[in-house]
């Protein structure tokens, strides 16, 4: 006999609510958690059918393993970059360990993720490059006649900001950012080419964005509404939120800017609006928005 459909349904979402609720934990954990779960679960299935002698490659039980991964992230929410780091977590492990490298190697890998990529962990902000062809349309946006304060927020490598300070006359030119290795990256980068960017290692919410006429960031969707509301609250009326990719959520942005690149990448501009009471309404509406998106989830 079958359910009806309603019953179906109503199962479904009983069964994907107390998984969505790992979104609540941090993304390290929730990962952790996630791959826990799978694992724990795929050793069950392989015992069950060890008894039933049932076998099966290693190979298979990676796959296995992979799926369910992916399927739990996926119920909880996770971001894409996540989902496909759960798919390729068996697998990979699989795959090293017949080639059996030195201990070191693992250790070597996991202290340059967490010096490139310490962001991820705690703000799921992870490391992405501006295109060339981005900086140029971006490059393009800034005025030549006048100098600006520019200020990139999570500035990478430093590729944005030694441009911007090389290409632009700039009465500031800065780039912030947190994780060791691009920081120090940045740093030297700048340091040897002719411009007049300067990087500090810096979280992007501590600093006062009151005196920048260009801010640019290129971080993830989920900063994205909290860093509008404190663009609106800190920059000047007239002045330009630029994000690359990623789009303030509710908010409809003056120009948006596709990027021939191989990511696809698009630069969407906000002029910030002419008074700050039009700018704390328009920043509430995204709040709400992102609230009631939240509670459909």
């Known amino acids: 006999?079958?359910?009806?459909?309603?019953?179906?349904?109503?199962?479904?979402?009983?069964?994907?609510?107390?998984?969505?609720?790992?979104?609540?934990?941090?993304?390290?954990?929730?990962?952790?958690?996630?791959?826990?779960?799978?694992?724990?679960?795929?050793?069950?299935?392989?015992?069950?059918?060890?008894?039933?002698a049932i076998g099966a490659p290693l190979t298979f039980w990676a796959l296995v393993q992979a799926a369910l991964a992916v399927l739990l992230a996926s119920a909880a929410g996770q971001a894409r970059w996540?989902?496909?780091?759960?798919?390729?977590?068996?697998?990979?492990?699989?795959?090293?360990?017949?080639?059996?490298?030195?201990?070191?190697?693992?250790?070597?890998?996991a202290v340059l993720l967490a010096l490139t990529n310490g962001n991820a962990m705690r703000e799921r902000v992870p490391l992405f490059l501006t295109s060339r062809a981005a900086r140029?349309?971006?490059?393009?946006?800034?005025?030549?006649?006048?100098?600006?304060?520019?200020?990139?927020?999570?500035?990478?490598?430093?590729?944005?900001?030694?441009?911007?300070?090389?290409?632009r006359p700039t009465l500031e030119c800065l780039g912030l950012e947190t994780a060791w290795l691009p920081y120090?990256?940045?740093?030297?980068?700048?340091?040897?080419?002719?411009?007049?960017?300067?990087?500090?290692?810096?979280?992007?919410w501590t600093h006062d964005l009151s005196a920048a006429d260009v801010v640019y960031a290129y971080l993830s969707p989920v900063p994205m509404e909290r860093l509008w509301r404190?663009?609106?609250?800190?920059?000047?009326?007239?002045?330009?939120?630029?994000?690359?990719?990623?789009?303030?959520?509710?908010?409809?942005?003056l120009a948006a800017y596709e990027i021939d690149d191989a990511t696809g990448s698009v630069l969407h501009v906000y002029r910030l609006p002419g008074d700050q009471a039009t700018a704390g309404v328009q920043a509430t509406r995204a709040a709400s928005m992102a609230v009631a998106s939240a509670d459909c989830s």
């Open 1 to 52: 006999m079958s359910l009806p459909p309603d019953a179906s349904l109503a199962g479904f979402a009983r069964w994907r609510l107390p998984v969505r609720r790992l979104d609540r934990l941090s993304p390290a954990l929730a990962g952790l958690l996630v791959q826990v779960v799978a694992t724990a679960v795929t050793l069950a299935i392989y015992c069950l059918a060890d008894t039933v």
């Open 82 to 109: 996540w989902i496909l780091m759960h798919g390729l977590f068996a697998p990979a492990a699989l795959l090293l360990d017949q080639f059996s490298p030195p201990p070191w190697l693992y250790l070597a890998a």
């Open 136 to 167: 140029e349309r971006l490059l393009a946006l800034l005025p030549e006649d006048r100098p600006i304060h520019f200020v990139d927020v999570g500035c990478g490598f430093g590729g944005v900001v030694s441009s911007v300070g090389r290409e």
């Open 184 to 204: 120090l990256v940045s740093r030297l980068r700048c340091a040897l080419s002719p411009n007049h960017a300067t990087i500090a290692r810096r979280d992007l």
């Open 230 to 253: 404190k663009v609106v609250a800190e920059m000047r009326p007239g002045t330009l939120f630029i994000s690359n990719t990623f789009a303030v959520p509710g908010i409809e942005p």
